[in-house]
């Protein structure tokens, strides 16, 4: 497996931009996808963005258009562009990452917490 260490959280106005990072280490070559899931206070942790090492992605409905996820392989790390922040858009952000080593696995980050304020 693979640990992640996240970083880029903060308060922002509603409107504003942040970028989240994600760095793994350890068994970087058995990665198959990496991503952002969210969980807000009381609710579910859902998927926000995810992106293959092919370079495909997926996005929430509610993000599309303002998130961008993308990879930078030399640094084994992800990022998370947020633009266009909403107050529903807070929560504590967590990088995953989805590998296959004789059995699929998934590793998550500690989390990092993002706030809009209106």
């Known amino acids: 497996q693979v640990q992640l260490v996240e970083s880029g959280g903060g308060l922002v106005q509603a409107g504003g931009s942040l970028r989240l990072s994600c760095t793994a280490s350890?068994?970087?070559?058995?990665?198959?996808?990496m991503g952002w899931y969210r969980q807000a206070p009381g609710k579910q942790r859902d998927l926000v963005a995810s992106?293959?090492?092919?370079?495909?992605?997926n996005y929430a409905d509610s993000v599309k258009g303002r998130f961008t996820i993308s990879r930078e392989s030399a640094k084994n790390t992800v990022y998370l562009q947020m633009n266009s922040l909403k107050p529903e858009d807070t929560a504590v952000y967590y990088c995953?990452?989805?590998?296959?080593?004789?059995?699929?696995?998934?590793?998550w980050g500690q989390g990092t917490q993002v706030t809009v304020s209106s």
């Open positions: 992106i293959t090492t092919e370079g495909s992605t």
């Open positions: 995953t990452a989805r590998g296959y080593t004789g059995y699929f696995w998934n590793s």
């Open positions: 350890g068994s970087i070559s058995s990665i198959i996808t």
